[in-house]
């Protein structure tokens, strides 16, 4: 196992690594909207959020040396399936066919106040 880290990325806010590679999958951990240089959330429309949120992945994906491109499977964190909608047309900027196998959920709350939080499974 090999811890992936990048200060690109938002730093994780518990015991947790930004990712994990593991012989040739990585292990993103759900990732939100904060800013990477200042931890800080500072967008709070949910496309902003979910275009930051993948930037982050996409910056933690190449640190492993992989891609957006390598996703095999992704888990969607919503706290308003309201939300959906617009998460979904941004998510779909992100991705290409075929599209990564996934899941959607709503979700209560998350550890931080955002609307939404994903994690996803790489290819290298």
């Known amino acids: 196992m090999e811890e ?13 690594s930004q990712a994990i590679r593991y012989g040739d999958t990585v292990y993103v951990s759900g990732q939100g909207p904060a800013n990477p240089e200042t931890r800080e959330v500072e967008v709070e429309d949910i496309r902003e959020q979910t275009a930051q ?4 992945i996409a910056a933690i994906l190449e640190a492993a040396g992989t891609s957006l491109e390598n996703i095999v499977k992704a888990n969607v964190y919503v706290t308003d399936m309201n939300n959906y909608d617009a998460v979904n047309d941004v998510y779909a900027e992100y991705m290409s066919e075929p599209f990564p196998a996934r899941c959607a ?6 550890p931080i106040d955002i609307g939404v939080e994903i994690e996803v499974v790489a290819a290298v």
């Open 105 to 110: 959920v709503e979700v209560s709350e998350l």
């Open 53 to 56: 949120t993948l930037e982050n």
């Open 4 to 16: 992936i880290s990048t200060d690109d990325a938002p730093a994780s806010i518990g015991p947790y």
